[in-house]
Nanobody, 115 residues
């Protein structure tokens, strides 16, 4: 079993920055994909960014140029650096990890951007 623990959410003003962290523990397989989804109230959960085990990254068009995903394999931790935040970035952000055909989810962390 794999557990994901997130941190770093909060309330910031538009134009500000936040850094989310997600650490995986348990039966970790090196060949994995980790990333972040976000979900606003009443909306579907949408992919924000992901990173593969070899470091390839992908981003939603809405966050390109503003968000950066990175990882520390030694710590089994993935990060999401969010800059130039906008009110439309407000959502619950969920970390995920996929390995051996299974997907695991973090508990979610609230990100609120005020204008």
């Amino acid at each position: 079993q794999v557990q994901l623990v997130e941190s770093g959410g909060g309330l910031v003003q538009a134009g500000g920055s936040l850094r989310l962290s997600c650490t995986a523990t348990g039966s970790i397989v090196s060949n994995n994909v980790m990333g972040w989804y976000r979900q606003a109230p009443g909306k579907l959960r949408d992919l924000v960014a992901r990173i593969t085990w070899i470091g390839n990254t992908a981003y939603a068009d809405s966050v390109k140029g503003r968000f950066t995903i990175s990882k520390d394999n030694a710590k089994n931790t993935v990060y999401l650096q969010m800059n130039s935040l906008k009110p439309e970035d407000t959502a619950v952000y969920y970390c995920y990890a996929t390995m051996v055909g299974n997907t695991y989810w973090g508990q979610g962390t609230q990100v609120t951007i005020s204008s």
